[in-house]
């Protein structure tokens, strides 16, 4: 039969032309019940395909081509397994069809690259599931409720649209390339009836950039993310009928799709389609290859329902380094967490498998820290405290143990493909785990802070031997026993204190440069790698050592920067207002002669720690050394310091007259109403400067409260899009011109009376 030749017409895209190709006469029809028997039917025929009778009619729903899926599927006597796309990755097969696929049918999965990421939304929990121990080609993903998907995928959406976008090249020729995808069952852990659906693994940007065709060149990102979710969801899933919840998501996506059809057929009726045409017929349809089944290698001892999901996150990991790459930090996480799971699965770990379950849930957030107090509760008045620092101290302990760091590392290599792992580069895959808590409060010195770990982190030869957390309320009770040669003692205090002072920037990776540089700004007065600062730090006999890590651990806030972290002062006052009022954020140097052991200046006020402070309690006698005494390169300060003081000074920092912006004496009015006509010009005019006034002390506001929320944000997404910042940026330039030509014309107008005055007086 004749094929329908595909059209090409140029439309208007925002402010640009673009030439949109291969636009199809029709649209996919409704795929009509028989035709999704036959696909059920010919996957559980297949040998080498398992999936439940649900998954495979979420399959079938969201091809275009059930009658091609089924023929792939159908096995032969020439091919037993059918004619299905084949991988063979690290201890498995995975087996694949290849078709087109109803955008509205297939969900954003969760990304790997946002596994270093702190999300507003959490992550579902994933489930590898087995069918008479053979591994099933799906997981299952656990949400809380119908909203924690709704919103999760309202996120991804966003969070992938204010990174990257494929939007113009996707409508001028359609996503081209295939996704990867996977059948799903989605459950909530309220009780809501599950449903199955496909996900994409890869290709999320693609996916989300198609949505963002269909929204439309004026959509940003919040919109199209909106768009996608009632899409996919519908407002009122009850307005779809009875049955299971999964029919009712069927059906009211069919009725969105039916009216695009019709909206598709009368667009490309006309004898020149517009934008609108273009966007739906670029985006209904998109390539996907399907996993619909997973065979594990002889020998691999991997659990049966990971053997899926670990050979998709192989597939996603040698896609993402041979085509484009995570950043380090995604790629240490990834592996990290996938070399623990193997020791698991293995069996031959001297540690149980419930204890490593446990150090698992905690290592990928699992766990939340508040649950530390049950998970490792030991002897009564034992139990850690449930902080995040608490946290980076048993997951630090239990993944460098002897009997487990060698596994660990073996593991890590295989995945790599390495050859060797030595103490430094098994540091560098814990950074982006133990900073998990507190990555977006502190995110303006990850980058440092990860570098320190790069450099050995905390793990120092003693942290790495046998020892045992010393759990306590009060750091600075755990000297004196470090200072007795209690090794708990020492390696708690190694640990607890040495991830507090890389996180909030005060060791870091000392490069040549800092020998030279200023105390205030960095500088260091020999260098030393950071495991070994730390160490020096923790050695029994370093009193001024052991207060430093003590102190700092005390002082330790994972929801905040301190005040010595970094140089920008304004953001650091407006982090601190957030948090506890009246209570600075702020490391201060250790003084042995003191009482409290915080080192003062003459006038009393604490002195601010540095980094030089931190490495020369490590090592005095070197430093002392490198730096004799007569350069005095670290005095007392004769005068007040930088920072503020806790006693003195404002509790916040900030400078009196910055509080009670929102407050104005007069309310702003518009001028408006029915009697503004007959009001005379000076008094409408009078009011509109309020307005401009107050219109302007509205955005600053505005401004304050994005900077302030940018941390709970994380660094998914821009908490302002560059598009709109550019807008906003153009509005702001003509709004400035405009108010610097009033002011000139205004100083002008009150020069004039008084040059009148002055000739009146000279009897002109």
Known sequence: MPVPSPRSFTVQWGSEAVLVSNVEPELPVATADADLAKVVEAGRANPVTLLPEAAWQAVARATTSPDGVAVQLRPTAAEPAGLLMVENVDGATLHSVVTRVHLSEVLPGIQPRTGMEVMEIPDPQVQGLTDADRPCAIVRYRYQDLDHLRNHVWQTVHGTLSLNSYAPSILARKVT??????????????????????????????????WSVLAGPDADAAETAGLAVDSLFGKNPAAHGGGPLGQRLAAGREKWRRGLREEFARGIAEEQPGTRTAQIAQTSVLPAQIAVGAEGHPGHLLAAEDIFDDAIRSVLASVHVEFKQWDTAAQN?????????????????????????????LAVGRIPVEELPRVFAGDAGSEPPGTALWRSVY??????????????KDQAKAIKGGKRMGLKGFAELLGPLIDLPWRSYKKHVTTQARNAWNNGGVLTSDVIQEWEPRPTDDFTSLVRPALDGDVDARCTLAVAGGVALIADKLLTRNVGSAL?????????????????????????????????????????????????????????????????????????????????????????????????????ASNPERAAKAHPPK??????????????????GSADGEPAGETGRDGADTPPVDGSGPQAASRPASQRAAEHRQVLRHSVTGARDALDRLLLLEPEVGGHTPIVPVSVLDELHTL??????????????AAREETAPEDEEVLEEAGV
């Open 177 to 210: 390339r295939n996704l990867i995808t996977h059948p799903v069952e989605i459950s909530f852990e309220d009780g809501t009836e599950s449903f199955h659906a496909l996900v994409v693994r890869d290709g999320i940007t693609r996916l989300a950039s198609a």
């Open 333 to 361: 996480v990834e592996v990290a967490t996938r070399a623990l799971k193997r020791v698991i699965q293995l069996g031959d770990s001297l540690v149980p498998k419930d204890d490593l379950q446990i150090v698992y849930g």
């Open 395 to 408: 997951l630090v302990h239990a993944l460098t143990r002897p009997e487990l760091l060698e596994p660990l």
């Open 516 to 616: 030279m540089a200023a105390k205030e700004k960095g500088g260091v007065p020999f260098r030393a790698d950071v495991n070994q600062v730390v160490e020096d730090l923790s050695q029994r006999h370093n009193e001024l050592g052991l207060w430093t890590l003590a102190l700092a651990a005390n002082r330790f806030r994972s929801d905040a920067l301190p005040e010595n972290a970094v140089t920008m002062r304004q953001l650091i006052h407006k982090q601190k207002t957030e948090g506890e009022p009246g209570t600075p954020y702020v490391h201060f140097k250790v003084d042995l002669d003191d009482p409290d052991r915080i080192a003062r200046d003459a006038d009393g006020v604490p002195v601010t720690l540095h980094q030089w402070d931190v490495v020369w």
């Open 631 to 648: 350069t005095l390169l670290v005095p007392h300060p004769s005068g007040p310091v930088t920072g503020p003081a806790p006693e003195a």
């Open 732 to 745: 702001l330039i003509g709004l400035q011109t405009d108010v610097e030509n009033l002011r000139r014309k």
